[in-house]
């Protein structure tokens, strides 16, 4: 007869005993990688085991939001000596973009160089409610070709946004076009990180069918300042799905006789495209596009001056020269926009599209009054003293986005993610010629990154287990 090994034969006497060591052996493991890992300890496979309601969102963007910044210097240097020290105290090791390279870093004026290394020396710490991984480039790469790249859609905001991400994902990215060697380009012109075919975590990467590293985007960024073109917006100002009720109005005279004029726009420039435009690059496959995320944000262009149908003199300027009109058809314009944003992702699904697709909408970030002259972080968001372009109302925006949004079943594929918070309490880290733009490495936009990383790969990939 074969004897069955010790180990394996069930005693009622030794059973109990046996259960017990397991579990020590378990618990040690358990709290070796806890203790040992750079990363929050998490185990989800786990849990699901007992019961998916056990599960939680790791960090949701309001428990992200929630945190404060805490001064956490990387660098010895007491001052700033030359430019490209800004790159190590932001904890860079380059970055692959160069349009406007200093002007991005803020060391394009030397009289401002007073405010390093303490603008670079802030960490943004979320909620202890929140489990999220550490920011880690190389990390972003590697998910971005396996499971799709950003591509990033906005006004010049976001574009210091994909600036911030060629230092971040650096050297693992290269850049273009080359503004250096070809100056030509102007600001509309569209910016792409590429794979860099010298990356070391190349052999690590499982590439997806017909990705190409020379030709296949991992980050893009397109000029969309308003995500509808201005075609689009004027007949949409002039259809009957925009009516301007009295309420809407912020002008008596106008209240009591109201016509829509000619065109809706003024002389302000903005660059914009239409949906029918950029949806289908985001929707392509490799080689020519490998994309998982659209990521988008507008509010600063929606102007009373840009809009200029909607200006009311009248209203004056502590009712912002009639913004709440333009809000009315911002409201209206944004319904249109999600809408055929949702059935392109929907129809791409049906046609037989398998890669996950999705857009996040990143809260608008107005600027900061007098920002030259605070050299730290707040611990509440400044109220206004001034009525400042279309800043004050920027908030109204975001509300009625994010209320737009709220319904996951109209449009389940897009997200509003209201993460404007920790920006709103850095009015140190702005760039040198105006209090709008922010600094690339004190850690705003690096947040707005992190964030979205997590998001896209934690929050998202949980909601479509439930």
Sequence with gaps: MTKVPALLSIRPRSLSTKVLLLGAIITFAITLYTFSSSYSFRIPAWSSIFSQQRQRSPCTPEQWSSGRWVYSPTSDLVNLTRP????????????AADREYHWHLGTDHEEQWDRFPKVSSYRWVPSSQCDVHPLNGAAMVKDMVENGGWLLLGDSITENHFFSLSCLLYPHVRATPNYTENPYFDRAWQQHLYLSPSSPIIPEITMPKGFSIENTPLVSF???????????????YHSPAFSVEPTDLDSQDLRSQYTKAESLFGDEAFWSLSPSEYMPTFLDSPPDANYGTLVVSTAGHWTTTAFSAFRDEDAGEDAGYGIQNVLAFFKVAMRTWAGEVQDAITEYHKNGGRRPKQVVVRAY??????????????????????????????????????????????????????????????????????????????????????????????????????
Excluded at 84 to 95: I, M, R, T
Excluded at 404 to 430: K, M, N, W
Aim: glycine residues 6%.
């Design 222 to 236: 397109r000029r969309v300042d308003l995500l509808l073109n201005g075609t689009e917006l004027n007949t949409l």
């Design 84 to 95: 490209e020290q800004a790159l190590s105290l932001a904890g860079f090791e380059g970055c």
């Design 365 to 466: 970030m107005p600027g900061h009054e007098n920002c030259h002259n605070i050299f730290e972080p707040t611990e509440t968001i400044t109220p206004w003293a001034y009525t400042w372009y279309n800043w004050p109302w920027i908030p109204d925006f975001n509300t009625e986005f994010q209320e737009l949004l709220s319904s996951s079943s109209e449009f389940p594929d897009i997200h509003y993610l209201p993460i404007e918070r920790p920006g709103r309490l850095r009015p140190d880290a702005h760039a040198s010629g105006d209090c709008l733009h922010l600094i690339s490495g004190t850690g705003v936009l690096e947040g707005w990154s992190h964030y979205i990383w997590h998001f896209v790969t934690r929050e998202v990939q949980q909601k479509d287990l439930v």
